[in-house]
T-cell receptor, first 114, second 115 residues
Framework: KAGVTQTPRYLIKTRGQQVTLSCSPI?????VSWYQQTPGQGLQFLFE???????NKGNFPGRFSGRQFSNSRSEMNVSTLELGDSALYLC?????????????FGSGTQLSVL | AQTVTQSQPEMSVQEAETVTLSCTYD???????LFWYKQPPSRQMILVIR??????QNATENRFSVNFQKAAKSFSLKISDSQLGDAAMYFC????????????FGQGTRLTINP
């Protein structure tokens, strides 16, 4: 079974631009979560999608958004990029019967904002 | 809100020896999961071990075991017979069984293995 796939692996953008990151979950998983990892703030929850609906959202500004498609693939978008958005963005999928029973992570997208 | 605290930013151990990483958490929930994830330089978060709060028995996975003290809200990871490949960042994480689908992570412990 293929794992969680995130594309691209690396991305360089300039301030003010927007960016879209992609995540393909493990086949059969319906929940996709996104996390931001920075040296200062650590790992922080962005949002979670389940069956194309945003089910949970963390404390991030509205510039951070996402969506999920009918095949469970998910995208997250960051508009009007700021230097502080430079981070590793991790995606995790799950398909268990219970919340948070087992999450599987991808290798992340490293975003650098110049 | 739940919090997770890892008080050891860095740890080191000699190859083949045993090391214990500490983690404490705070929650008012009775049903939850606790995890240890490993993040090597490849960046992928790899699940090391998982503990279900309603189970008294400590989880074990080969050389990895936990000491889960529910009343004390403590969840430490013991790595036996440390190997060079164990070198990585280790994150303790909390997941609610009835709340939101999300993990709350500690700040991580960087583990170095000395040959």
């Amino acid at each position: 079974k293929a794992g969680v796939t995130q594309t691209p692996r690396y991305l360089i953008k300039t301030r003010g631009q927007q960016v879209t990151l992609s995540c393909s979950p493990i086949s059969g998983h319906r929940s996709v979560s996104w996390y931001q990892q920075t040296p200062g703030q650590g790992l922080q929850f962005l949002f979670e999608y389940f069956s194309e609906t945003q089910r949970n959202k963390g404390n991030f500004p509205g510039r951070f958004s996402g969506r999920q498609f009918s095949n469970s693939r998910s995208e997250m978008n960051v508009s009007t990029l700021e230097l502080g958005d430079s981070a590793l963005y991790l995606c995790a999928s799950s398909g268990g019967q219970r919340l948070n029973e087992k999450l599987f992570f991808g290798s992340g997208t490293q975003l650098s904002v110049l | 809100a739940q919090t997770v605290t890892q008080s050891q930013p860095e740890m080191s151990v000699q190859e083949a020896e045993t090391v214990t990483l500490s983690c404490t958490y705070d929650t008012s929930e009775s049903d939850y999961y606790l995890f240890w994830y490993k993040q090597p330089p490849s960046r992928q978060m790899i699940l090391v071990i998982r503990q279900e709060a309603y189970k008294q028995q400590n989880a074990t996975e080969n050389r990895f075991s936990v000491n889960f003290q529910k009343a004390a809200k403590s969840f430490s990871l013991k790595i036996s017979d440390s190997q060079l490949g164990d070198a990585a960042m280790y994150f303790c994480a909390y997941g609610s069984a009835q709340g939101a689908q999300k993990l709350v992570f500690g700040q991580g412990t960087r583990l170095t293995i000395n040959p």
